[in-house]
Every structure is written in structure tokens, then in C-alpha cells.
């Protein structure tokens, strides 16, 4: 059992955790400021939840050359924030693997045609800055992650002015 002071989250986390857990919830969209924290807070959510539930996450990009120095390391940082670095969570390149269970994180860039497939073993697909993905890869997203109860996916983006 890990215990956690409940003032490392900020508001967005709490709106977020029981919608991880509703079955009848699909789709997350989580519109906010470039300051808002949304990535950090995703970030919070799915690793306490995946270390609770044991399944895994895969993070997608619009380009790989983006993740290491966005998504990536907003997930290094949350884990180090709850103190799950390291004697719980194992970094890797675009990877994260528990210690503790089978759960594992997963990151791509959709620069790849190739990236949305193979994603039948994740139970949540996450978009970080959903507003630079085409169409056709959310419905590609949509069509391949089903099979299993309580799959999710989760976007979060900045608003854009036209």
C-alpha cells in the first residue's frame, strides 16, 4: 500500500481519478493552458492507478523528436514527485516498467504509419497535445483499442486560437 499526501495534486487530479475507474467513461479530453500542469497531473493519474489496477498505458506524440523533452519527461518528474522513482517505476528509453506488477508505459511518435499499431495489450491510450494529431489517426485509435472493459483514451491540449 503506498500512501500519498493528497496536497502533491492539484485539482485536475481529482475530477480525473474516478473517471479512470468508470466503465462507462471511453474518452477523456482535458483542454487547458499551457501552464496548467495537465501533463504532470495524466502523468500522477495513470501511475498510481496502473500500480493499483496493473495495466498499461501507451503515450503517443504527434513526432517522436518531441517526447523525450515533453510527455517523457513530465512522466519521469511526476514519479518523482510521488517518490515512485526508481524502487517502483524503472525508466527506460520511452519506457516505464513497474517493479511491482506487469504495468508498463509505453511512448511513440505518430510520425511512424506503423505507431497505432499493435496496441492490444494497453487499456489507455494517452494524447499529449491532441490538437497537432490528423483525424485519421484518432480514428485509427478509436477502431483498434477494444476488446476489453474500461479501456480509455485520454487527450489533453492546449487551446489554439484560430
Same mark, same amino acid.
Given at each position: 500500500?503506498?500512501?500519498?499526501?493528497? @496536497?502533491?495534486?492539484?485539482?485536475?487530479?481529482?475530477?480525473?481519478?474516478?473517471?479512470?475507474?468508470?466503465?462507462?467513461?471511453?474518452?477523456?479530453?482535458?483542454?487547458? #493552458?499551457?501552464?496548467?500542469?495537465? *501533463?504532470? *497531473?495524466? $502523468?500522477?493519474?495513470? !501511475? !498510481?492507478?496502473? !500500480?493499483?489496477?496493473?495495466?498499461? *498505458?501507451? $503515450? &503517443?506524440? @504527434? &513526432?517522436?523528436?518531441?517526447?523525450?523533452?515533453?510527455?517523457?519527461?513530465?512522466? =519521469? !518528474? $511526476? $514519479?518523482s514527485s510521488l517518490s515512485l522513482s526508481g524502487s517502483i517505476y524503472q525508466?527506460?528509453?520511452?519506457?516505464?516498467?513497474?517493479?511491482?506488477?506487469?504495468?508498463?508505459?509505453?511512448?511513440? #511518435?505518430?510520425?511512424?504509419?506503423?505507431?497505432?499499431?499493435?496496441?492490444?495489450?494497453?487499456?489507455?491510450?494517452?494524447?499529449?497535445?491532441?490538437?497537432?494529431?490528423?483525424?485519421?489517426?484518432?480514428?485509427?485509435? @478509436?477502431?483498434?483499442?477494444?476488446?476489453?472493459?474500461?479501456? =480509455?483514451?485520454?487527450?489533453?491540449?492546449?487551446?489554439?486560437?484560430?
Amino acid at each position: 500500500m503506498i500512501l500519498v499526501n493528497p @496536497r502533491l495534486f492539484n485539482p485536475l487530479y481529482w475530477h480525473l481519478k474516478p473517471l479512470m475507474r468508470d466503465p462507462r467513461i471511453r474518452f477523456i479530453f482535458i483542454e487547458g #493552458g499551457s501552464s496548467a500542469s495537465k *501533463t504532470f *497531473t495524466i $502523468a500522477q493519474a495513470l !501511475l !498510481l492507478d496502473q !500500480l493499483e489496477h496493473n495495466y498499461s *498505458t501507451l $503515450a &503517443f506524440r @504527434r &513526432f517522436n523528436v518531441h517526447i523525450k523533452d515533453t510527455v517523457y519527461s513530465s512522466f =519521469k !518528474l $511526476a $514519479a518523482s514527485s510521488l517518490s515512485l522513482s526508481g524502487s517502483i517505476y524503472q525508466f527506460q528509453d520511452f519506457l516505464i516498467r513497474s517493479k511491482v506488477n506487469q504495468a508498463r508505459i509505453r511512448f511513440r #511518435g505518430l510520425d511512424d504509419e506503423e505507431a497505432i499499431k499493435g496496441i492490444e495489450d494497453y487499456d489507455v491510450l494517452y494524447n499529449n497535445e491532441w490538437n497537432q494529431f490528423l483525424e485519421e489517426q484518432f480514428s485509427q485509435q @478509436r477502431k483498434r483499442l477494444r476488446g476489453r472493459p474500461n479501456q =480509455k483514451i485520454i487527450c489533453d491540449w492546449n487551446p489554439v486560437s484560430k
